[in-house]
């Protein structure tokens, strides 16, 4: 069974930087594309970035710009590198399996996700 374990996240004013980690384990990890998705107050999940095993990145409109993704496979970590936080930014963030929407992972198993609150 997957099981990942998101951190890094914390209160940063606007304008700051975090960076996010993901562990996963139960898997083949450098053989799977991974993501990061975020869900706002009062909002579905969100996809944010994704990248493949063989670093492709492909970033969504909120992260285009201020976000990096990037992962290190010898530690089954992804990360998020998080800069020029705006406080709409402001949301609980995890990552799981790339999908094309965060609806076709909704049996799969979640981390319990970081939350990241940015102050304007």
């Known amino acids: 069974q997957v099981h990942l374990v998101e951190s890094g996240g914390g209160l940063v004013q606007a304008g700051g930087s975090l960076r996010l980690s993901c562990a996963f384990s139960?898997?083949?990890?450098?053989?799977?594309?991974m993501a990061w998705y975020r869900q706002i107050p009062g909002k579905e999940r969100e996809s944010v970035a994704a990248?493949?095993?063989?670093?492709?990145?492909r970033y969504y409109d909120s992260a285009k710009g201020r976000f990096t993704i990037s992962r290190d496979n010898a530690k089954n970590t992804v990360y998020l590198q998080m800069n020029n936080l705006k406080p709409e930014d402001t949301a609980v963030y995890y990552c799981?399996?790339?999908?094309?929407?965060?609806?076709?992972?909704?049996?799969?198993?979640w981390g319990q996700g970081t939350q990241v609150t940015v102050s304007s």
């Open positions: 799981n399996a790339d999908a094309p929407s965060p609806t076709f992972l909704e049996h799969d198993s």
């Open positions: 990248i493949t095993p063989e670093n492709l990145r």
């Open positions: 139960g898997s083949i990890f450098s053989a799977k594309a």
